[in-house]
Every structure is written in structure tokens, then in C-alpha cells.
């Protein structure tokens, strides 16, 4: 992956963490009883985003948040797939480059939300829908949902647990034009060398059915071909013995007339 190189400066992103990090120490702490998991390593998102082409897309489920449900019932679904997304993103990086790094310290982070968000989940019968789908985010807008993420955690304090289950229901099918991955297990399939080589097993029966009907069909025109070319012959070789048989005839008849006209002439 090509890298561009950026200048290190404050930005709206960083202006955003910072706040984040010392505002709840003014209006109370986070809900997480061990500890806040959000550590400085979140100040090299800057750095991370400028080493990213700009126009690079980065794969990740969006959830929306929907008004009165609180925070928290947002972080449980977005903090999970946020970290399914950096795992995706981590393997673009060789382990020794600074971009490795940097993603893999802000995966640390999110374990540590994931474990506070552990402490606070209940039993819960009701539920609470959010709308969620497949997008593919520029590097700037992912890491602003990431601080988005942040922000979440931060201002949730211990009066605001989530009281239902959060559900997530996608808005929109997966794109037709994905297709399976060469290493599917899938037990009803066969598989190739690709994607597009999957042959099921349910239309196996339709395929030997159509081969031997194909067969039989090619054995009896053959059978046809061969008999209507035997007749062919048969009627040829017989119009042919009838016209030897002719000519003889005529031959014999114009011998015998030459023989009667050679005695009158004795």
C-alpha cells in the first residue's frame, strides 16, 4: 500500500479526543468500574490518518444511533464491529510498521471498552432496533466514528446503563456481485479453484439425467442417420444394376438387328 505522508498538526479529530478525555473528569467518571480504557495512544489517529491515501476505503458495519435509547445500547453493537473492521485494517500493515502499531493500540482500546461494556450488560427482555449497514468509509470519516465511539463511552456514566437489547437490522442486502470465498466449507456445495466454480450438489441428479438423455438421443439419430444412408445406398446400387441391365439389353437388341440386316444382305 502506497503511503502519503502528512505534517503533524492539530485537528478537529484530535480537538475532539482531547475534550473527550478530560471532560469526564470534570462531570463525572465513566461507567467502566476498573479503570478508563481510553489511553494517549488514541492521539495518533492524526498520524495514522495521514499515512492512509486519502480516497482509501475501509470496510465496516455503520450503525446509526436512533434518539431516546441511551448510549450505551449503541456502544454494544458498534464497539464489537469496530473492532472486526481494525482487525480487517491491521492486516494490511507489516507487524514492524507504525501504522501496525498504531491500529493495534487502538484495538487495545476498544477490548477495554468492550470489557467495561461486559460489567454493565443485563437480562433484558425489550428490545431496541438500530439501523445498521455495509459502508466503506475514507480514512477521515472512519476515525471520526471512531471518536464518535470514544465520545460514546466517555459521557456514559453509571445512571445510564442500556435496559434493552440492542438489535442490529441491516437497511440494505449485501451486494449481489460478492460472491463466496474459494475456501467454502459450505456443506451443500462442491467447490473449485474460485468463486464462480461452485457447483451444487442439488442439481448433480438434473445434470447426470440430462447426459444420458443427451446420449440416448445422440445414439438413436445416429441409428437413423446410418439406416436412412444403407436405404440411400440400396436404392442407388439397385437404379444402377437396372440401367446395366438396360444398356445390355439395348446392346443385345442392336447386336441382333446388325446380325439380320448382314444375313439379308447375303
Avoid at 482531547?18 to 492521539?43: A, E, S, W
Avoid at 492524526?46 to 492512509?52: A, H, I, K, R
Amino acid at each position: 500500500m502506497q503511503c502519503l505522508v502528512y505534517p503533524m498538526h492539530t485537528t478537529l479529530i484530535n480537538s475532539v479526543i482531547y475534550l473527550q478525555l478530560f471532560l469526564p473528569n470534570i462531570f463525572g467518571g465513566p461507567m467502566c468500574k476498573t479503570g478508563n480504557p481510553v489511553t494517549d495512544d488514541i492521539k495518533r489517529i492524526d498520524e495514522l490518518v495521514g499515512n492512509l491515501p486519502s480516497d482509501y476505503k475501509i470496510q465496516i458495519k455503520y450503525i446509526s444511533k436512533i434518539p431516546n435509547v441511551t448510549d450505551t445500547c449503541w456502544l454494544h453493537l458498534t464497539v464489537p464491529e469496530m473492532s472486526f473492521s481494525l482487525d480487517a485494517l491491521l492486516e494490511k500493515f507489516a507487524k514492524n510498521s507504525s501504522n501496525y502499531l498504531i491500529i493495534k493500540n487502538l484495538h487495545r482500546v476498544l477490548d477495554g471498552i468492550h470489557n467495561c461494556l461486559a460489567e454493565d450488560r443485563e437480562d433484558n427482555v425489550d428490545e431496541s432496533e438500530f439501523s445498521c449497514e455495509k459502508s466503506d468509509l475514507e480514512p477521515k470519516q472512519y476515525f471520526s466514528y471512531f471518536s464518535e465511539i470514544i465520545s460514546a463511552f466517555q459521557s456514559a456514566e453509571d445512571n445510564s446503563p442500556c435496559d434493552s437489547e440492542a438489535i442490529c437490522k441491516m437497511t440494505e442486502q449485501p451486494d449481489a456481485a460478492e460472491q463466496p470465498s474459494p475456501e467454502t466449507n459450505e456443506p451443500n456445495s462442491v467447490t473449485g479453484h474460485c468463486a464462480e466454480c461452485v457447483t451444487s450438489v442439488e442439481y448433480l441428479p438434473a445434470i447426470g439425467i440430462t447426459i444420458v438423455c443427451t446420449l440416448t438421443i445422440t445414439v438413436i439419430l445416429t441409428c437413423l442417420v446410418q439406416k436412412i444412408w444403407r436405404r440411400n445406398r440400396r436404392n442407388t446400387s439397385y437404379q444402377t444394376d437396372v440401367e446395366q441391365e438396360l444398356r445390355r439389353e439395348g446392346n443385345e437388341q442392336e447386336g441382333q438387328f446388325i446380325h439380320e440386316n448382314q444375313d439379308s444382305l447375303t
